[in-house]
C-alpha cells in the first residue's frame, strides 16, 4: 500500500507541476504574442481562427499595419471597422477613413461630399486620416463655408470601379450626398495588362488562402497562447489573402502589347453607373483623375519604393484609357472633369508613383476645393 500511496503522490505531485509550468507558459506566452510577436504575424494568427474575415493590405517599417481590411459577402471587402493606426482610429463603424465621426442620412444641416477612390483616396502610407485629401478639402471648405462642409473618405486600398459600384449601391448613395468626387481609375489599369479580359473583372479579384485548420489545430490555435506564439512567428512573413491580380504574373512587354488589344469596358461601364446613379439622387458628380507622377519620381525616392517602375509605361498608357473614358462621360452627362497636370505635385511630396505625402494631398485638397467651391456656394443659397 505504501508504495502506491508513494505513486500516487509522486504523480499527482508531476501532474501538479506539469499544470503550474503549463499555466506559466501560457501566462509568458499571452504576454510575449502582444508584446514581441510579428503583427503579420498576429493578423495571419486572427485569419486563421476567424476566417478570411480580418485581412491586412501592408506594414510601416515598424510593423504596424498600413491599413486593414475585413472581407465580407457582396462588397468583397471594405475597411476594418474601428481599426486603428498609432492607437488612433482612423475608421468609424462603416468603414470610412473618418476616425470616430458616424454619418447617417440626417446631414445635420450640412454639405455633405463623398470621395470615392482607391488607396490614394484613402491616403496609404498616411498616418493621420485627417492629413488625407478628403479631411484636407473639408477643413479648405469649411474655412470658406463657415463649417457647414463634411467631406466623408470612401477610399479603399486597392480598389477597382467594381468594388466602388457595390459600395457605392448598397451604401454609399443612401448617406444622401450633395456632391460625389471620383478619384478613379488608377486601379483599373491592371486587368487591361492581362491576355485574358473580362469587362466583370471575373478573373482579377478573388479571396485565397486557406482558413481551413483540422479541428485538433484549430482549437490549439484558438485557445493556446503559446501556440498562438509559434504560428505568429511562422506566418510573419504571410502574403495576402485578398489577390488583386491573377495568380499568373505578366510581364511588362506582355503587359504593353495585352492592354493595347484591350479597352477598359468594365471601367466604362461602372464609371457610367456610379455617374447615372449619382445624379439619379440628386446629387452632383465630379470627376477627378487619379494622378500618376512622371517617371522622374524614381530617381528621388528610396529604393524599396519603386517596385512600379519596371511597369511604370504600362501604367502611363493604360491610365490614358481610362482618362479618356473618364472624358467621354464627362461630356455625355455634361458633368465636371477636373484633372491635375503633370507637374501639380512637386515630386519630393510623393512616397512612390502614386501615393502623396501630407503635403501632395494638401496640393490635392487646394486644387479641387477650387473647382468645387462654386458649387458649394450655389447649394448654400439654395
Known sequence: MKKYKNIIINFSVLVVTL????????????????????????????????GKKTQFTGTFKDGTAISEIEVLPYYLYRNKAFSKINGVQQINSEGYRNGK?????????????????????????????????????EEILNKQFG?????????????????????????????????????????????????????????????????????????????????????????????????????????????????????????????????????????????????????????????NMRYSQEFHPAVRAALKKNKLVLGSLARKYGVA???MKQDKVPLEYFFDHGHLKPEGDRVKAEFIAKHIAPMVKKITNR
Not at 503549463?22 to 510577436?37: M, N, P
Not at 485565397?208 to 511562422?234: C, H, I, M, Q, T
Open 101 to 137: 465621426e458616424e454619418f447617417g442620412k440626417n446631414k445635420k444641416g450640412k454639405i455633405r461630399i463623398i470621395a470615392i477612390g482607391g488607396s490614394t483616396t484613402f491616403g496609404w502610407l498616411i498616418k493621420d486620416y485627417t492629413q488625407t485629401w478628403p479631411s484636407q478639402l
Open 337 to 339: 472633369y477636373h484633372e
Open 147 to 303: 463649417g457647414k462642409v463634411e467631406v466623408i473618405n470612401a477610399g479603399l486600398p486597392g480598389g477597382l470601379s467594381s468594388e466602388a459600384l457595390t459600395a457605392f449601391m448598397l451604401k454609399d448613395k443612401y448617406l444622401n450626398p450633395d456632391i460625389v468626387v471620383f478619384h478613379n481609375g488608377g486601379n483599373d489599369v491592371a486587368p487591361l495588362f492581362y491576355d485574358e479580359y473580362h469587362p466583370d473583372y471575373r478573373y482579377h479579384r478573388k479571396v485565397s488562402g486557406s482558413d481551413n485548420l483540422r479541428p485538433g489545430e484549430y482549437n490549439l490555435v484558438n485557445k493556446s497562447n503559446f501556440v498562438k506564439l509559434v504560428y505568429a512567428f511562422w506566418l510573419k512573413n504571410a502574403k495576402l489573402l485578398v489577390k488583386t491580380e491573377p495568380e499568373k504574373p505578366v510581364k511588362i512587354e506582355d503587359a504593353l502589347v495585352n492592354l493595347k488589344k484591350h479597352s477598359p469596358v468594365g471601367f466604362e461601364r461602372n464609371m457610367d453607373t456610379l455617374i447615372r446613379e449619382t445624379i439619379a439622387i440628386n446629387a452632383i458628380p465630379v470627376i477627378f483623375p487619379y494622378h500618376l507622377s512622371s517617371d522622374k519620381v524614381y530617381e528621388i525616392i528610396p529604393e
Open 19 to 50: 499544470v503550474i509550468s503549463l499555466g506559466a507558459l501560457e501566462l509568458t506566452s499571452s504576454i510575449l504574442y502582444e508584446t514581441i510577436a510579428p503583427e503579420k504575424g498576429r493578423k495571419a494568427v486572427d485569419v486563421l481562427i476567424n
